[in-house]
C-alpha cells in the first residue's frame, strides 16, 4: 500500500518576503506555497497513491482568509475526485486559541467531502483504498489548557499538571491499541513535539501552550509507521518501527535556511514499511553576513565582493552586515540595490556598532567617596564634554540633596536614620 504523509504546509505565511506578481494579482510567496502542495498532490495522483495522510498545520492560524482557503481546497479536492482517501490531522496552527477545535480544516468534514477524514481528536479510523484496510490513530495537538481548567489540577505546578497530561495519554493510547485489528497494517498519525526532535523556531512558536511528548509513547511495535507533523525539518526519530517527521514543504522564514524541504512516499506493508524522503524544488533563502568595522578602506567594495560570491538569483536574500558611524557615508544603497537586482526580495540590515572606548571612572572604594558631590565632581572630570553642564549639574544635586533630607525628616520615626549615598554613587557608576 503506497502513502503520501506531507505536513506543515502553512499556507499563507512568509508573504512579507514576496511581492506581488502582476500577471496574477497573488503574492508570489503565496504562488511559492501552492506550487510546492501541488507538486505533493501531483506525486500523490502520478503514483498513484492509495491513502494521504496531511500531519497538521494548514495554514499560519484558524482562520486563514478566504482565498488562501480557497487555494488549499482546489489542491485537496484533487484527491477527492481522484478517489485517493485523505486524513487532515489538525495541528496547533489550525486551532483557535485554547486548543479550542480545528478550526480551519473542519470545513471539510462538515461539507461531508468524499474520502476526507479530519483529525481532531485521538481515535482509531479504518480505512478502505484501492489496495485494502488500513487502521490510523489520530493524534492532534494537544495543549495543557485541556487539564487547566479542571478541578483536579488546582495546586498542581506546570510539570505536575505537564505528567498528568501525559499519564492520560499513555492510558489513552493504550486503549486505542488494545482495540486495534493485528491482521491490518496500522498507522499512527500525530502532530506532536516528540523529545527526541531537533527542534527549530516551532519549538519557540508553541512554547507554554504544548507539551513533550516522549519517543517511548510512539515508538511501538503495534504501528507499521508514524507519521509526525509540528516540526519543520525532516528526520527519522526511529527506524522500527519509523517514526518520521515529513517537515515543512516551503521555508517558512530564515529559522529554516539550511533545510531540505519535502514529503515522505511511504510503502506501507505489515511488521514491513519502506519509506523515502522526496524533495521539493523550493525557492532558497540566503543570508550575507559581513563585519566592515575592521575595513580601512572602502567598505563598499567589501561588501560587494560577499554578495558576489553567493549565488542569489531568484532567492530571498538578506544581508546583514557591522558598520562603524564614520563608515556610513561610504556605503552606497543606490550600488547594493544593483548588485542584488537578481535576487527575489532583499533585505539590507545594517548594524551599527560604537568601537569608541568607554571612560570609565577610577577605581575608588566606596568607603573613601561617600559624598554625592565628590562622586559628581569625579564623574565630570572624567567626561569633559560634560564641562559646561558642571555648575548646574552640581546645583541641581543640591537641590535634590536638600529636597530629599526634607522628605526624611518627615517621613522618619526618631531616631532618624542617617540617608546613605550610596544609590545616587552607583547611578553615576552605571551612567559611565
Known sequence: MKILHLSDIHLGSGLSHGRINPATGLNTRLEDFIAALAACIDRALAEP?????????????????????????????????????????????????????????SLYRTLGVPGFLVGDRLATHPIETRRGSVQVITLPWLTRSTLLTRPETGGLSLAEVHQLLLERLRLALEGEIRQLDPTLPTVLLAHALVDTAQYGSERY???????????????????????????????????????VYS????????????????????????????FQFCPLPTRPFRTIRVDLTEVAQD????????????DIREAVVRVMYQVRADQIPLINLHE???????????????????NQPIARLPEVALEQCLDPSHALQLYLDHHPGLEPLRQDLLTALQTLDGNLEQVD???????????????????????S
Open 205 to 243: 512558536l508553541s512554547a507554554g501552550k504544548g507539551f513533550t511528548i516522549p519517543l517511548s509513547f510512539l515508538a511501538r511495535p503495534e504501528f507499521d509507521y508514524v507519521a509526525l507533523g509540528h516540526v519543520h525539518r525532516h528526520q527519522v526519530l526511529c527506524q522500527d518501527p519509523p517514526v
Open 299 to 310: 567598505p563598499q567594495a567589501v561588501l560587494l565582493g560577499a554578495i558576489a560570491r553567493v
Open 49 to 105: 497513491v492509495d491513502l494521504v495522510l496531511f500531519g497538521g498545520d494548514a495554514f499560519p492560524d484558524a482562520t486563514p482568509p478566504p482565498l488562501v482557503h480557497q487555494s488549499f481546497a482546489r489542491q485537496f479536492r484533487r484527491l477527492a475526485d481522484a478517489g485517493i482517501p485523505t486524513v487532515l490531522l489538525v495541528g496547533n496552527h489550525d486551532q483557535h486559541a485554547q486548543g479550542q477545535g480545528g478550526a480551519s480544516l
Open 409 to 431: 525628616q518627615e517621613n522618619l520615626d526618631p531616631p532618624e536614620r542617617p540617608r546613605s549615598p550610596e544609590p545616587v554613587i552607583q547611578q553615576l557608576t552605571l551612567l
Open 247 to 274: 517537515g515543512s514543504i516551503e521555508r517558512v522564514d530564515f529559522g529554516e535556511e539550511g533545510e531540505e524541504k519535502g514529503y515522505v512516499l511511504v510503502n506501507l506493508a505489515k511488521g514491513k514499511t519502506e
Open 336 to 354: 547594493l540595490q544593483k548588485a542584488l537586482e537578481s535576487a527575489h526580495s532583499v533585505s539590507l540590515l545594517p548594524q551599527l556598532v560604537n
